[in-house]
């Protein structure tokens, strides 16, 4: 029986570090998508394309590119670039990544804080933006954002998330991830949105799925698990579980990267990931932001421990 893998997917260098208040300079930001990469990372989210002003962290997005390790066009790694409009992508394809991710979110109300637009308006966004992207030949991804619950108007339903779904992959989307943007789901709700959106991922080319959970009610890595037994073969994580939208009142950080791969490792499924270079960068990022992170697994060591000298 082959064995079972799962691709993390490292989101610290963009969503890790877009709501901290320490803005990291370019360097300090090579330096973390080098530990990312000395670990075994090989697909990164590292960069946003969107106004400076709104997200003054992301501010230095083609000067961080230029100087990843092998540059954007690096075949052995996939650098992707959040987008949210035809300006952000013209950056993006200008700067020369290879995959962009797009946000659509699930309610008016948190699409209007976040974009400036509607739910719908969002969608539509990303027709566009995955039409340009395919014909520039680059990969065009999309998140559904809130798709487990919206800050403001409350309980998402579960037509609402599978309607996107079918909008998205009809307009091109090569990946659907489900993010659960505020960390309000719980395992059952994983299972229940998997099951409703494969289906309809499955009226397009080979569309990909992957799952985005945030911890703030500590169930995040709960989520993770229902969604690899869902069949769920790509997750989201952030080393040191840091990040969080600025634009969702009390959202905290994201899974983290090494407590997963922890979890992931002890249940014989194989990410690619050196679990001791995963962890061994956490203190590093807690001495750039200046204080302790979400992260458990740095705390706590690993297991079993290696004996000593």
């Known amino acids: ?24 300079d370019t360097e300090a930001k090579l330096t973390l998508i080098g530990k990312a990469l000395d670990a075994g990372v090989r697909r990164m989210e590292v960069v946003s394309f969107v106004n400076p002003k709104r997200v003054p962290q992301m501010a230095d997005a083609e000067a961080v590119l230029a100087g990843i390790p092998g540059g954007p066009g690096r075949t052995d790694v996939t650098y992707i670039g959040l987008v949210l409009n035809r300006r952000g992508f013209e950056r993006a394809a200008e700067a020369g990544v290879r995959e962009i991710n797009v946000v659509t979110i699930t309610s008016d109300t948190f699409a209007e804080r976040n974009q400036g637009t509607t739910s719908d308006g969002t969608v539509e966004a990303f027709a566009e933006i995955a039409k340009l992207a395919l014909d520039a030949g680059v990969r065009p991804t999309v998140t559904i954002s809130a798709a487990f619950g919206c800050p403001y108007e409350g309980e998402v339903p579960l037509a609402r998330v599978v309607e996107m779904t079918r909008r998205l992959v009809a307009a091109g989307a090569a990946e659907v991830a489900l993010a659960d943007t505020i960390g309000v789901a719980v395992p059952s709700d994983v299972t229940a949105r998997v099951e409703a959106v494969r289906p309809v991922l499955a009226e397009g080319d080979a569309v990909a799925l992957r799952a985005h959970f945030h911890n703030t009610r500590n169930t995040g890595i709960a989520n993770a698990y229902a969604a690899v037994e869902a069949g769920v073969d790509a997750l989201d994580a952030s080393l040191g579980g840091i990040g969080g939208c600025p634009f969702a009142p009390n959202a905290t950080g994201n899974i983290p990267t090494e407590d997963l791969v922890f979890m992931l490792d002890r249940m014989g499924i194989h990410t690619g990931l050196d679990l001791a270079r995963l962890t061994d960068a956490v203190p590093w990022i807690e001495e750039q932001l200046g204080k302790r992170v979400p992260g458990l697994l740095s705390k706590a060591g690993p297991f079993p421990k290696a004996p000593a000298a």
């Open 1 to 24: 029986m082959p064995e079972r893998s799962v691709q993390v997917v490292e989101v610290s260098p963009r969503d890790g570090l877009q709501a901290e208040s320490v803005v990291l």
